[in-house]
């Protein structure tokens, strides 16, 4: 008989050399429905990844079991070369993760906040300090002051977090939806931030659904619909021949003309 | 367009029902069966006052006003308990405002709360109705009562709905409902005060005779000033009540036009922190953690109403309760009951934070920083609660010279608080439970489908907590009943027990969490829904 071959440990880690993140045969069920269904992908250090797929893809699950929130049925995540599920202080120490519609504490200020996480990771108060204050003027969130979390606009949320994110410096960024409703001076914040961490060696891995942007800011794509990679790689080797990542994109997943069809009454409205 | 209000409200009210199957299905029926068992107690035994005349028209006319206030003052403890309450819900359909008010009251006049209502005033008309010839007035004045009631709670609710989806208003509910808190220990430390047995109706009876001119109270003499031939009177009451009405219609139909027209800041009105607090402890070793942790939960309880109110709320019960279950000596040692409440407070530490959880899960995954987690939780309920249960003890002894058993009361505290905050934190992994983010109410404490898990946590710490007190409880009546040296022992042994169990716990609980958290944190993330 055989065996589904699942890496052992060392293995995997010994096949992630050179790469930020690795994932091997990662695998999710909710209710017995494959949600992400043996995932392996390949996240080459120093390089901005982004990560696409339609609504309920599996982005969020992925990134979850990779970040040490959600517990994986089988497969590994090896982040910074530290498998995640075996050694998780090693690897929280390397992320930094920002992610989608999860609370904060709602009650501290963003300085506050900034402080108080810092030195749960046993950095210096006065580091803490100034690393937080240089943080806050770069991503403009020194007019609010001592405004409590709970007040902040969407933008200011992401940017928070980013904030607390990059304050222990990690070698990679895992950020899920980090531009999502964010206003366009917000998003342009956060996007010079990002580049800035990429060309000093960092690593960013972020999903979204919005195209323009993916193609815009990475330098390598990984497609995921129904729980499967469809295609990854470099962002001009995923695009191909096609016009637009769009394109591409609706391609590979066997949507290319959806919206047609039907809706004859539409605009014949006579209230 | 009113029988689409109704139909569609009588929907709501009924797929609660329907959406329900088996087991939960027939608690709930069961559940059904006792409420309409107790309002129909009630109802039955208002009835029976028709016998009794002189009483009948006070008693009614408080319940007229005590029903109206709790009408005017529920949703702003239990926002969002009803959802045809938020008139936001209806701002983009094409209905006038008149066509709308009229709506709602239809619909807020169908659903259990209503119903019993009218069941109870029922009752209440019977009593009044004396004789059989004005009880069709009575009954007149039930149903005004209860439009009146439901007019005037929608008009306060639709008014504070803006307020109510700010930050700063949902806290003002849970001052309020500490307020109500307050309230209610005062008129039960009233009534088991006890005192002269003939004055307290003479207290009561002079109540009602001044709440009689209020517009409810008015509304409920109404029967008798006409039975008694009183009609200028009669007819002074019916004026205050019909004014009281339209005034109220007319007050809902203008907060409904203004919340229909105008869109809540979602950040306008909102407060800063004052000044910053940023703390300088840093998380090396269990220690260092401790101090951080500790640091800013006690910021927390400060800022948060959430965390907040329970504080009050306990040290009013610890330094109150001793007073009413006790007469006389010995109620130094009612203080523990205080002691255990201190200790759940440092309950569900992981599911107090919501889905914010994930920002501990990222920097707390050793053993070293769980422990130092634990321990500054620990530490945050430690301190207030100490100097609560000092407060406490002291007043006791000093009220009922019980001097002599300070040592073996505070040896039961301080090992009822330890070992409940020990039995606290271990729960906190082993049996998380969500907690409703919202803050829509003071008073909700589960979320749909966890219900059995709340519950089973706050029993195991209450009864853990007791277990371990029962050194210093054996020591404590040896020294009511062989010497009073024992007193010392059941402090030291306490302190060692409570303390012990607290050490050994922040092991077994920071072993659990690192185990098990992700499942902790899936747990506690539904929190966010409610």
């Known amino acids: 008989m055989i065996l589904p071959h699942y890496p052992g440990q060392q ?83 390397r992320m930094g993760v920002l992610p989608e519609g999860l609370r904060l504490f709602e009650r501290l200020s963003g300085p506050e906040m900034l402080s108080y996480l810092g030195r749960l990771r046993g950095m210096p108060a006065q580091v803490v300090k100034d690393r937080a204050t240089e943080l806050i003027s770069v991503l403009e969130l020194a007019d609010a002051g001592n405004k409590l979390v709970a007040d902040y606009s969407t933008g200011m949320r992401k940017k928070i977090t980013l904030a607390a994110a990059l304050l222990h410096s990690p070698r990679v960024l895992l950020l899920d939806e980090p531009l999502e409703a964010v206003d366009p001076v917000s998003a342009r914040i956060i996007r010079t931030v990002l580049s800035r961490y990429t060309a000093a060696g960092g690593t960013v891995v972020f999903s979204s659904h919005v195209m323009a942007l993916v193609e815009d800011l990475c ?53 | 367009m009113v029988g689409i209000f109704a139909s569609l409200k009588w929907r709501l009210v009924t797929s609660r029902l329907r959406a329900t199957s088996g ?7 069961v559940g059904f069966v006792v409420a309409v068992a107790f309002v129909g107690l009630i109802t039955v035994g208002l009835a029976a006052l028709r016998s009794v005349p002189e009483a009948a028209t006070p008693v009614v006319v408080t319940l007229f006003v005590v029903q109206l206030v709790a009408w005017v003052l529920s949703p702003l403890v239990a926002f969002g308990v009803d959802e045809t309450v938020d008139p936001h819900r209806f701002a983009l359909l094409p209905i006038r405002p008149q066509i709308l008010q009229r709506g709602l009251l239809t619909a807020s006049l169908i659903g259990y709360l209503p119903l019993a209502n009218m069941v109870i005033l029922f009752g209440a008309a019977v009593a009044i109705g004396v004789p059989w010839s004005v009880f069709p007035v009575a009954l007149v ?146 220690v260092g953690t401790m101090e951080v942790v500790a640091g800013r939960d006690r910021l927390l309880v400060w800022r948060d109403p959430m965390r907040r109110m329970p504080w009050l709320m ?68 430690i301190v207030p609660g100490t100097v609560i249960l000092l407060i406490a003890v002291a007043i006791q002894a000093v009220w009922h010279d019980d001097y002599d058993k300070i040592p073996a009361a505070l040896g039961v505290c301080f090992a009822a608080l330890l070992g409940g905050i020990a039995v606290a934190c271990f729960v906190s992994a082993a049996i998380p439970y969500a907690m409703p983010q919202s803050r829509t109410s003071l008073f909700a404490s589960s979320v749909p489908g966890q219900k059995g898990r709340t519950f089973a946590a706050s029993l195991s710490v209450l009864l853990g907590g007791a277990v371990i007190a029962v050194p210093a409880g054996i020591a404590t009546v040896l020294s009511l009943t062989v010497a009073p040296v024992w007193g010392w022992v059941s ?37 966010d829904r409610v």
């Open chain 1, 11 to 93: 293995e995997a880690i010994a096949s992630a050399a050179g790469q930020a993140v690795a994932l091997r045969g990662l695998t999710k069920s909710f209710d017995g429905r494959r949600v992400v269904d043996a995932i392996d992908l390949d996240v080459p250090t120093g390089s901005f990844f982004g990560l696409v797929g339609p609504n309920g893809a599996g982005k969020t699950t992925t990134l979850s079991m990779v970040t040490g929130l959600l517990r994986p049925d089988a497969g590994r995540a090896i982040v910074a070369g530290v498998d995640v599920w075996a050694d998780p202080p090693a690897a929280k120490a």
């Open chain 1, 219 to 271: 330098s390598h794509v990984a497609v995921i619909a129904a729980g499967k990679i469809i295609a990854s790689g470099h962002l001009a080797e995923v695009r191909g021949s096609a016009a637009s990542l769009d394109d591409a994109f609706l391609h590979l997943i066997g949507a290319a003309d959806v919206g047609e069809g039907g809706l004859s009454w539409l605009g014949s409205s006579q209230a």
């Open chain 2, 23 to 29: 087991a939960t299905r027939i608690w709930m029926i």
């Open chain 2, 141 to 286: 004045c039930a149903v005004v009562q209860l439009i009146t009631c439901v007019v005037l709670s929608r008009a306060a609710s639709t008014s504070m709905s803006a307020l109510m989806t700010s930050r700063r208003g949902r806290d003002l509910g849970m001052a309020v409902g500490f307020g109500i808190f307050v309230l209610y220990m005062g008129f039960v430390t009233l009534l088991n005060s006890g005192g002269d047995q003939t004055g307290v109706p003479a207290g009561a009876s002079s109540l009602a005779s001044a709440l009689a001119w209020t517009p409810p109270g008015a509304l409920a003499s109404v029967p008798s000033l006409i039975a008694a031939g009183q009609l200028a009177k009669a007819g002074l009451a019916v004026l205050i009540a019909a004014a009281t009405l339209a005034l109220a219609w007319w007050w809902w139909s203008v907060a409904l036009a203004r919340s229909l027209t105008t869109v809540p800041s979602a950040t306008a009105g909102s407060s800063p922190a004052g000044r910053g607090h940023e703390g300088h402890a840093v998380a090396i070793g269990v």
């Open chain 2, 314 to 381: 306990i040290a009013l019960l610890t330094i109150l309760y001793p007073f009413l279950i006790v007469r006389g000596q010995g109620a130094v040692f009612a203080v523990a009951f205080g002691a255990l409440l201190v200790g759940a407070q440092a309950g569900n530490q992981y599911g107090v934070e919501g889905s914010g959880l994930w920002l501990h899960l990222q920097t707390i995954s050793d053993r070293v920083r769980a422990r130092g987690e634990v321990f500054g939780h620990a530490l945050a309920a």
């Open chain 2, 491 to 527: 402090l030291l042994l306490g302190l060692a027990v409570g303390g012990f169990a607290l050490w050994l716990s922040s092991r077994l609980t920071a072993d659990r969490y690192l185990e098990r958290a992700p499942e902790i944190f899936a747990v506690v993330s539904a929190g």
